[in-house]
């Protein structure tokens, strides 16, 4: 290979500054780990992985086709809930009050939507189609309701202190890691269908409201996944603490080398979720990076720098958008099945668009739209960032205090440590688009 085909990555230059920006970024977890705790450094490495794979679904959608989606947060939640769905114990009571009522209702829902497409495809154009469509729909409807509302009730009734939800299939937690991708994907495909041939900016603030509806649902139908009152206990694929604690052999071994056994049984958790996490995300970088690669990927990047170009070399591009649209949404739900697992629990209240939209696209803006690798260095950089921020803003306010006497000002620098996440972030942002507006490790 000559040098003018080398590209930016692979020239000795653009190595070393890749391994540059990655060691200093290892270097803030080392510190992390030895001027505080390990658990710590762990537990922000792990949400980190985490986040790193939901940067690495936004890219998929903005950096390889441009399409400005801002509905990460529902597929994250869509995610968690197939852990729910998939790992949870069942509930017999809850089946046999209501189970085979709920899946009639819903089939019968859909069963309505089928036959309203086919009418509309089928019968000619004029006010016919338009009233034989509204019929069925609104047919539907009522025989709909009129079997899923007592089911769910009965379902709700049932023991709703610790259950009042069917429950999970109870298979082992990682198959509902690729069932959160499946399921997020499902309902990309169902968005992407009526959103994909919006304008840039109509189609943010549909998957956006799209992603408050999902939310909603999952606040406020207590049959899926207790609502507001949570799902817990989830199975993980990791020992659990308190077992390892209980092993005459772990107990042996901690107290051989004078560890702490509590210390140390929450390490090795992490330390083997962290295993798992790192597989996981390989995984997808290597697949991300062969299709970037690949004619498919050349083809994407070609409609997304000039679509009327592409359309008039004979691609589809609302059906590639939707490809893309699919697959960048199916990594995320396996990212926020991945995060459920390792919570061992569903609490749809603290699903926030700043934390999963919005800090997710900054981890793409910074690390480098594009750069599957720049994605995963913002994942690692902001999200320590959003942890540690606020403690050091702590620290720094104590600092600047220091020997003040007691008023209003000295409480109030002291209570603004609270909001340093938001202007780092802020700061971080507007200094990236600045210096660096390609990002850290731009695009090849």
Not at 116 to 134: D, E, N, Q, S, W
Not at 214 to 230: C, F, H, P, S, T
Not at 340 to 357: A, H, N, V
Request: glycine share 12%.
């Amino acid at each position: 290979m000559s040098g003018a085909q080398m590209t930016q990555a692979e020239t000795p230059s653009g190595i070393g500054r890749t391994l540059l920006l990655f060691g200093a970024v290892a270097l803030l977890f080392v510190l992390t780990g030895i001027f505080q705790s390990w658990n710590l450094a762990l537990n922000i490495l792990n949400m980190a992985l985490i986040s790193s794979i939901m940067a690495l679904g936004v890219n998929m959608q903005w950096g390889y086709a441009g399409l400005f989606s801002v509905g990460t947060m529902g597929f994250v939640a869509l995610g968690g809930l197939a852990v729910v769905l998939i790992s949870a114990e069942p509930v017999p009571g809850a089946w046999a009050l209501g189970g085979p009522g709920i899946v009639a209702g819903l089939a019968l829902g859909a069963a309505a939507i089928a036959v309203a497409i086919f009418a509309y495809r089928h019968l000619p154009k004029g006010k016919l189609r338009g009233f034989a469509v509204a019929g069925i729909l609104i047919a539907g409807f009522f025989a709909y309701r009129a079997v899923f509302d007592p089911s769910v009730l009965a379902v709700e009734t049932n023991d709703p202190a610790t259950a009042g939800n069917l429950g999970g299939l109870g298979l082992p937690s990682l198959l509902a890691w690729p069932a959160g991708g499946l399921l997020a994907a499902a309902a990309a495909w169902a968005i992407g269908k009526t959103a994909l041939g919006l304008r840039s900016d109509y189609l943010a603030i549909a998957t956006l409201g799209i992603a408050e509806i999902i939310i909603a649902v999952l606040k406020n139908e207590d049959w899926l996944a207790r609502g507001v009152k949570n799902v817990i206990s989830l199975p993980r694929p990791v020992p659990y603490e308190v077992d390892m604690q209980k092993s005459a052999s772990f107990l042996d071994w901690a107290n051989r080398y004078g560890f702490d056994p509590t210390t140390t049984s929450s390490i090795i958790v992490k330390l083997c979720y962290a295993g798992l996490f790192v597989v996981v995300l390989l995984a997808i970088i290597w697949l991300s990076e062969a299709a970037l690669k690949s004619p498919w990927g050349r083809m994407m990047r070609a409609i997304r720098d000039n679509e009327v170009a592409a359309e008039a070399m004979g691609k589809d591009v609302t059906r590639r958008h939707l490809q893309v649209f699919i697959l960048g949404s199916a990594v995320i739900g396996i990212a926020g099945a991945m995060m459920t697992t390792m919570d061992s629990q569903l609490t749809p209240g603290t699903y926030q668009p700043l934390r999963f939209t919005f800090l997710i696209w900054v981890m793409v803006i910074v690390g480098g739209s594009g750069n599957n690798w720049g994605s995963v260095l913002g994942g690692f950089l902001i999200w320590w960032l959003w942890v540690m921020v606020e403690p050091i803003g702590l620290w720094l306010m104590n600092v600047i205090t220091y020997g003040m006497g007691d008023g209003w000002l000295k409480s109030h620098l002291l209570e603004s440590a609270a909001h340093m996440r938001l202007l780092t972030m802020g700061l971080v942002l507007l200094l990236v688009l600045r210096f660096s507006p390609r990002g850290l490790m731009p695009e090849k």
